[in-house]
């Protein structure tokens, strides 16, 4: 078993959650953070007459003001069971409007370690991200004919689970009724704990270039990233075995055999193209073509000097891996070039790309050129990170 150690860098906002929703009943706005408290914590430390106040306001069903008493009576100290950083704008937000229980405040949290309260990435979701990008590169390449021939042939009739099933059956050489023959069995990737305070609450929007609003999308907990200025690191271990993937009796019961170069090459090219493909179409004045401040943040992160002193974007080398993961990845990232086919469920139609992207605001302090220091938002896409070799 070869194991790869990494050192892991968030580039751009993350988020992986587990699907739940928080509001003003479990959290509180203090001290510009966000506090998820343990109600049963909060009870225990109340004074009678404290408790019987809060019985009072439970059996009359008074949402208004169970908002506020919880506001009241949180110490994080004793009663907190996860604490993130809240942005400006989530602050004032909860102030105005956390005693009006029309008002849903509605937070995406993240997903925690039960046993160290801490934030991490699943190693299954790291995991997928290399597993798309190695398939579309199988598919785009030496297995492109065998599935432009599926599809001329019986593409027609199958449905798109159906086609989608092929497409990895292809690529991997194993089917439904052989899945021991997926190469993937020998790719291990261990779940990555993160370090404690390196979330943030932000208000999340949508953005579509021919749209002249942006429409809000909840509020989400994500790591704290490098395009931010303040980069979350991580350690995570990737183990192949390519000694059982290279024995001969071993690979008769293989689809294919994978080397750690080639896994790493293929998710460098899909996940570059794809970061530099989104910046042009989305985050890019359309007069000009040169990057929006969103586009520069994001080819910042893999920018390096040439030898003549100019900046150059270029895909990092193997067996460093650029990859994204989580939340708001989006469409084009979760699927393989040249087959993607999607469903606009809105417009009720096939799509191969998606017309709008989920950013991050995030306030900010920026000093400008002649030193000062203003107030500043930049919005980020989510999902980016990068894994270099220890």
């Not at 078993?1 to 892991?8: H, K, P, S, V």
């Not at 959650?17 to 408290?37: A, M, Q, S, W």
């Given at each position: 078993?070869?194991?790869?150690?990494?050192?892991?860098r968030v580039l751009t906002p993350v988020h992986?959650?587990?699907?739940?929703?928080?509001?003003?009943?479990?959290?509180?706005?203090?001290?510009?953070?966000?506090?998820?408290?343990s109600s049963p914590a909060v009870i225990a430390?109340?004074?009678?007459?404290?408790?019987?106040?809060?019985?009072?306001?439970?059996?009359?069903?008074?949402?208004?003001?169970?908002?506020?008493?919880?506001?009241?009576?949180?110490?994080?100290?004793?009663?907190?069971?996860?604490?993130?950083?809240?942005?400006?704008?989530?602050?004032?937000?909860?102030?105005?409007?956390?005693?009006?229980?029309?008002?849903?405040?509605?937070?995406?949290?993240?997903?925690?370690?039960?046993?160290?309260?801490?934030?991490?990435?699943?190693?299954?979701?790291?995991?997928?991200?290399?597993?798309?990008?190695?398939?579309?590169?199988?598919?785009?390449?030496?297995?492109?004919?065998d599935f432009e021939q599926y599809l001329a042939?019986?593409?027609?009739?199958?449905?798109?689970?159906?086609?989608?099933?092929?497409?990895?059956?292809?690529?991997?050489?194993?089917?439904?009724?052989?899945?021991?023959?997926?190469?993937?069995?020998?790719?291990?990737?261990?779940?990555?704990?993160?370090?404690?305070?390196?979330?943030?609450?932000?208000?999340?929007?949508?953005?579509?270039?021919?749209?002249?609003?942006?429409?809000?999308?909840?509020?989400?907990?994500?790591?704290?990233?490098?395009?931010?200025?303040?980069?979350?690191?991580?350690?995570?271990?990737?183990?192949?075995?390519?000694?059982?993937?290279?024995?001969?009796?071993?690979?008769?019961?293989?689809?294919?055999?994978?080397?750690?170069?080639?896994?790493?090459?293929?998710?460098?090219?899909?996940?570059?193209?794809?970061?530099?493909?989104?910046?042009?179409?989305?985050?890019?004045?359309?007069?000009?073509?040169?990057?929006?401040?969103?586009?520069?943040?994001?080819?910042?992160?893999?920018?390096?000097?040439?030898?003549?002193?100019?900046?150059?974007?270029?895909?990092?080398?193997?067996?460093?891996?650029?990859?994204?993961?989580?939340?708001?990845?989006?469409?084009?990232?979760?699927?393989?070039?040249?087959?993607?086919?999607?469903?606009?469920?809105?417009?009720?139609?096939?799509?191969?790309?998606?017309?709008?992207?989920?950013?991050?605001?995030?306030?900010?302090?920026?000093?400008?050129?002649?030193?000062?220091?203003?107030?500043?938002?930049?919005?980020?896409?989510?999902?980016?990170?990068?894994?270099?070799?220890?």
């Open positions: 078993m070869r194991t790869f150690r990494y050192r892991g992986v959650g587990t699907g739940e929703t928080i509001d003003p009943l479990e959290y509180v706005v203090k001290d510009g953070k966000l506090v998820r408290f430390d109340l004074p009678p007459a404290e408790r019987e106040r809060l019985e009072r306001m439970l059996a009359s069903g008074q949402i208004k003001d169970l908002h506020v008493f919880f506001k009241n009576h949180v110490d994080p100290e004793r009663h907190a069971v996860a604490v993130a950083e809240a942005d400006p704008s989530v602050v004032r937000e909860f102030e105005t409007k956390c005693s009006n229980p029309a008002n849903e405040l509605k937070v995406r949290p993240m997903i925690r370690n039960a046993h160290a309260g801490r934030p991490y990435l699943p190693g299954s979701s790291v995991k997928g991200a290399i597993r798309t990008a190695v398939v579309s590169s199988i598919v785009n390449g030496e297995k492109k004919a042939s019986q593409g027609q009739v199958d449905s798109d689970g159906a086609k989608a099933r092929r497409l990895q059956e292809t690529a991997l050489g194993f089917t439904a009724q052989s899945l021991e023959r997926d190469p993937f069995r020998l790719v291990k990737v261990a779940d990555a704990l993160l370090p404690a305070g390196c979330t943030r609450v932000d208000r999340v929007f949508n953005v579509k270039p021919s749209r002249q609003q942006d429409m809000p999308v909840d509020m989400w907990e994500r790591v704290l990233c490098a395009a931010e200025g303040r980069p979350t690191e991580f350690t995570i271990e990737v183990s192949l075995d390519e000694r059982a993937m290279q024995h001969p009796k071993t690979r008769q019961h293989l689809g294919r055999a994978l080397s750690w170069e080639e896994i790493a090459g293929a998710c460098n090219a899909f996940y570059f193209r794809r970061l530099t493909q989104e910046v042009k179409r989305f985050y890019s004045n359309p007069a000009t073509g040169q990057p929006t401040r969103t586009g520069a943040a994001v080819y910042n992160l893999l920018a390096t000097q040439t030898p003549e002193g100019k900046k150059k974007v270029a895909p990092p080398r193997a067996p460093d891996l650029l990859l994204r993961v989580g939340r708001f990845s989006h469409f084009e990232s979760l699927s393989v070039d040249t087959f993607r086919q999607g469903w606009n469920a809105r417009a009720r139609r096939t799509i191969s790309e998606g017309t709008t992207r989920n950013l991050a605001s995030i306030h900010h302090k920026a000093r400008r050129s002649d030193g000062t220091v203003v107030d500043d938002e930049l919005r980020l896409p989510f999902g980016w990170i990068l894994l270099e070799l220890a």
